[in-house]
């Protein structure tokens, strides 16, 4: 290979995806987002992880290529692939767009590997072992691995022959060419009609000789329903636990409620908002959870907008708060501490109200009051303290 050439990756991303349409409500498999990025991304970092490649034609759906064009420039914008890339539109077959990417390789360009973006998992040493095959003189590369089943080639239900498994191989992409070779093949395969499914048949047809290298088994090319498992964002599941105090004084103030249900005839309490120390505690174990700070930050009470906000609401928003940051509360565990009133006869209903405004199984809540035996200030029946501790799940992804 001359030194002076560079060597170019076609990605291919125009085929429609037939296959797999149905089970992903008809988005081409290329655009399938995987790890935060459109599938055929993965393929474009991998090459720009090899230095030998020295840029990158991306091939789209002709009705998409514009749209696409933006797409990969905001990619390598957030995400640079620190190479030249162009993108060109397909056509109706794989050898029809390879046939136009190549059409659209800088004329400095020597050699070319022609990729699937379907195959998002190669790794970048193989790309590195192609091209240095291409660098030693090989014309045509391709990586191939054993084929472990028994291959026969049929007739419709019908079993023609059986072909000699320790002689087969089968290949994936990147596949190596010089490109004047893989041109050549190409043109001969307009002519002449050729209908083949890789570029090596090409290369093979035209006479020339076809090394192979060893593929990997993990550079799976995405194709039916089934796969799509390789390409799930995988997430792990954390247990985590908020905890929450407050504490209310009791005077001329507001009518006590507690977890949103009214006391009749306990002592009033003083209170910025409606008092209800109980949400209260609850709202902040519930900004533990997460590490969303305390309500005192979210709704100061020098806050006008503050005055008078029902607890039933900052509880909703705390929630909708830790919903945004992916937690999802299993259980809530509620003790209010207080000399008077008597608790027990509205525990039930406390419990049964606050499930309700969680969108919680009744189960999943426990309310418990206790005295502090007549000492401190609750004991003194100067006021009223509540704690929660509230348990949920945090999902991650792992990518
Ligand atoms: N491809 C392409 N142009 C086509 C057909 C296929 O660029 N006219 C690309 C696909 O985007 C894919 C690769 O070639 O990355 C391998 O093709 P295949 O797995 O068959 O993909 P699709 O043709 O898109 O899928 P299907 O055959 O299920 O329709
Ligand atoms: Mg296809």
Redesign the pocket.
């Known amino acids: 290979m001359s030194k002076s050439g560079e060597v170019w990756a076609v990605l291919?991303?125009?085929?429609?995806?037939?296959?797999?349409a149905q089970a992903v409500g008809g988005v081409?498999?290329?655009f399938l987002s995987w790890k935060g990025f459109p599938l055929f991304w993965h393929s474009a970092l991998t090459f720009s992880k090899t230095p030998a490649i020295k840029g990158i034609v991306f091939?789209f759906p002709p009705d998409q290529v514009e749209e696409m064009r933006e797409t990969v420039a905001g990619l390598d914008g957030s995400d640079s692939l620190g190479l030249p890339w162009r993108v060109t539109a397909?056509?109706?077959?794989?050898q029809?767009?390879v046939f136009n990417g190549l059409n659209e390789l800088p004329s400095r360009c020597t050699h070319v590997l022609v990729h699937?973006?379907?195959r998002p998992f190669a790794s970048a040493a193989m790309v590195t072992e192609i091209v240095e095959m291409l660098q030693d003189g090989t014309e045509a590369v391709v990586p191939a691995v054993e084929v472990t089943d028994t291959v026969k080639e049929v007739d419709g239900d019908v079993v023609r022959k059986t072909l000699v498994r320790s002689r087969l191989k089968a290949v994936q992409t990147p596949q190596g060419f010089s490109l004047p070779v893989l041109y050549a093949a190409h043109r001969q395969a307009e002519e002449e009609g050729w209908d083949v499914t890789d570029d090596a048949s090409m290369v093979e047809m035209a006479g020339r000789e076809v090394r192979i290298c060893p593929g990997e088994e993990g550079n799976v090319?995405i194709?039916n329903p089934e796969d799509l498992k390789r390409i799930e964002d995988e997430t792990r599941t954390l247990p985590c636990v908020g905890w929450g105090y407050d504490v209310h004084r009791y005077g001329e103030g507001r009518p006590m409620v507690l977890g949103g249900v009214p006391i009749p005839g306990g002592p009033q309490v003083i209170a910025h908002s409606d008092g209800d120390v109980l949400l209260h505690a609850l709202s902040d174990a519930i900004l533990g959870l997460f590490g969303g700070g305390d309500i005192g930050f979210h709704f100061p009470d020098t806050s006008a907008e503050c005055e008078n906000m029902s607890s039933g609401i900052i509880l909703k928003e705390v929630m909708a708060k830790a919903e945004e940051a992916g937690v999802e509360i299993v259980h809530v565990d509620l003790t209010v501490i207080a000399q008077i009133p008597k608790l027990a006869p509205h525990r039930e209903l406390i419990r049964k109200n606050v499930a309700s405004v969680m969108g919680l199984d009744r189960s999943q809540v426990n309310v418990k009051a206790t005295t502090e035996e007549k000492l401190g200030f609750t004991g003194e029946k100067k006021g009223i303290k509540a704690v929660a501790a509230v348990t949920g799940v945090k999902t991650f992804s792992r990518s």
């Not at 291919?12 to 797999?20: I, K």
């Not at 397909?90 to 794989?94: D, E, I, L, P, Q």
């Open positions: 291919l991303a125009a085929g429609s995806g037939t296959r797999l081409k498999k290329q091939v397909g056509g109706a077959r794989r029809d767009s699937d973006s379907a090319k194709t």
